[in-house]
């Protein structure tokens, strides 16, 4: 049982913040290309952000709807990928899912719920 975990989801009002966390079992993200997605009611799964591993050069990509919002992370000691969102908009609004990828490998969290609402 190789899994990822997120946490940190929750209702906000928008303009707010949210950090979320992605923690594994089973294994290390030190070696792994974190990626970042979410899926809102009625729309495909979309791309959010990514972190490539450290032999990489660990660099970030982010989706235009994100850019200049979201930051992502990762703090190997803590064994922890996170996305920092601030700015949050009612587009935000949907189950944002971690995905932990290493060359064939590729784990899936289960989601946690980010909603945006007054």
């Known amino acids: 049982q190789l899994q990822l975990v997120e946490s940190g989801g929750g209702l906000v009002q928008p303009g707010g913040s949210l950090r979320l966390s992605c923690v594994p079992s089973?294994?290390?993200?030190?070696?792994?290309?974190i990626g970042w997605f979410r899926q809102a009611p009625g729309k495909e799964r979309e791309g959010v952000s990514c972190?490539?591993?450290?032999?990489?050069?660990?660099?970030?990509q982010y989706a235009d709807s994100v850019k200049g919002r979201f930051t992502i992370s990762r703090d190997d000691a803590k064994n922890t990928v996170y996305l920092q969102m601030i700015s949050l908009k009612p587009e935000d609004t949907a189950v944002y899912y971690c995905n932990a990828q290493r060359r064939t490998l590729s784990y899936w969290g289960q989601g946690t719920q980010v909603t945006v609402s007054s």
């Open positions: 972190i490539l591993s450290s032999d990489h050069d660990g660099s970030t």
């Open positions: 089973g294994f290390t993200l030190d070696l792994y290309a």
